[in-house]
Protein backbone atom coordinates (compact mmCIF):
# COMPACT_ATOMS: atom_id res chain seq x y z
CA UNK A 1 0.00 0.00 0.00
CA UNK A 2 3.09 2.54 0.81
CA UNK A 3 4.25 1.60 -2.53
CA UNK A 4 1.14 2.68 -4.57
CA UNK A 5 0.96 5.59 -2.51
CA UNK A 6 4.51 6.56 -3.13
CA UNK A 7 4.42 5.56 -6.93
CA UNK A 8 1.43 7.77 -6.73
CA UNK A 9 3.31 10.42 -5.38
CA UNK A 10 6.44 10.04 -7.40
CA UNK A 11 3.33 10.28 -11.04
CA UNK A 12 1.97 13.38 -9.66
CA UNK A 13 5.36 15.55 -8.87
CA UNK A 14 6.59 14.36 -12.71
CA UNK A 15 3.18 15.75 -14.01
CA UNK A 16 3.85 18.70 -12.24
CA UNK A 17 7.43 19.28 -12.62
CA UNK A 18 6.76 18.48 -16.74
CA UNK A 19 3.65 21.17 -16.48
CA UNK A 20 6.07 23.96 -15.58
CA UNK A 21 9.06 22.78 -18.28
CA UNK A 22 6.13 23.34 -20.25
CA UNK A 23 5.33 26.95 -19.48
CA UNK A 24 8.67 28.13 -19.28
CA UNK A 25 9.40 26.56 -23.02
CA UNK A 26 6.82 28.68 -24.07
CA UNK A 27 7.75 31.52 -22.21
CA UNK A 28 11.27 31.41 -24.07
CA UNK A 29 10.04 31.29 -27.31
CA UNK A 30 7.69 33.63 -26.77
CA UNK A 31 10.62 35.94 -26.16
CA UNK A 32 12.66 34.68 -29.04
CA UNK A 33 9.92 34.49 -30.86
CA UNK A 34 8.95 38.35 -30.83
CA UNK A 35 12.58 39.43 -31.56
CA UNK A 36 13.81 36.91 -34.19
CA UNK A 37 10.92 36.10 -36.18
CA UNK A 38 9.77 38.99 -38.15
CA UNK A 39 11.67 42.14 -36.65
CA UNK A 40 15.44 41.22 -36.19
CA UNK A 41 18.01 39.11 -37.60
CA UNK A 42 19.08 35.72 -35.68
CA UNK A 43 22.66 35.10 -36.91
CA UNK A 44 22.00 36.94 -40.44
CA UNK A 45 18.77 35.18 -40.84
CA UNK A 46 15.48 35.17 -39.77
CA UNK A 47 14.60 31.91 -37.18
CA UNK A 48 11.57 30.53 -34.98
CA UNK A 49 11.53 29.11 -32.38
CA UNK A 50 8.72 26.12 -32.06
CA UNK A 51 7.12 26.79 -28.28
CA UNK A 52 6.60 23.04 -27.76
CA UNK A 53 10.30 21.41 -28.15
CA UNK A 54 12.43 25.16 -28.45
CA UNK A 55 13.79 23.87 -31.69
CA UNK A 56 14.64 26.76 -33.26
CA UNK A 57 14.06 27.01 -36.99
CA UNK A 58 15.61 28.90 -40.01
CA UNK A 59 13.17 30.46 -42.48
CA UNK A 60 12.65 28.29 -45.52
CA UNK A 61 14.45 30.42 -48.14
CA UNK A 62 12.35 32.33 -50.78
CA UNK A 63 9.21 31.85 -49.20
CA UNK A 64 9.03 35.06 -48.28
CA UNK A 65 5.02 36.44 -49.34
CA UNK A 66 3.78 40.33 -48.82
CA UNK A 67 1.02 39.67 -46.67
CA UNK A 68 2.50 36.50 -44.63
CA UNK A 69 5.87 37.43 -44.24
CA UNK A 70 8.65 34.80 -43.43
CA UNK A 71 7.34 30.90 -43.70
CA UNK A 72 9.30 28.26 -41.68
CA UNK A 73 9.16 24.40 -41.47
CA UNK A 74 6.56 22.39 -39.70
CA UNK A 75 7.41 21.47 -35.83
CA UNK A 76 5.43 19.32 -33.17
CA UNK A 77 1.70 20.88 -33.68
CA UNK A 78 2.64 23.52 -36.20
CA UNK A 79 2.29 23.50 -39.75
CA UNK A 80 4.62 24.33 -42.38
CA UNK A 81 4.15 28.18 -42.68
CA UNK A 82 3.58 31.31 -41.64
CA UNK A 83 3.35 32.03 -37.48
CA UNK A 84 0.85 35.44 -38.12
CA UNK A 85 -1.31 32.56 -35.75
CA UNK A 86 0.85 32.75 -33.03
CA UNK A 87 0.57 36.16 -31.64
CA UNK A 88 4.41 37.07 -32.32
CA UNK A 89 5.06 40.60 -32.74
CA UNK A 90 5.80 41.81 -36.78
CA UNK A 91 6.41 45.93 -35.74
CA UNK A 92 8.66 47.31 -33.17
Known amino acids: MITFIMHCLATYAKKVKDEKDAVEC ?14 YLYHGEY ?20 LTGN ?12 RLQCGIKTQP
Open 71 to 82: HFPACCSFQEGH
Open 47 to 66: AWMCPECNHLHRRIPNTFQF
Open 26 to 39: VKVAKVFNNRYTYL
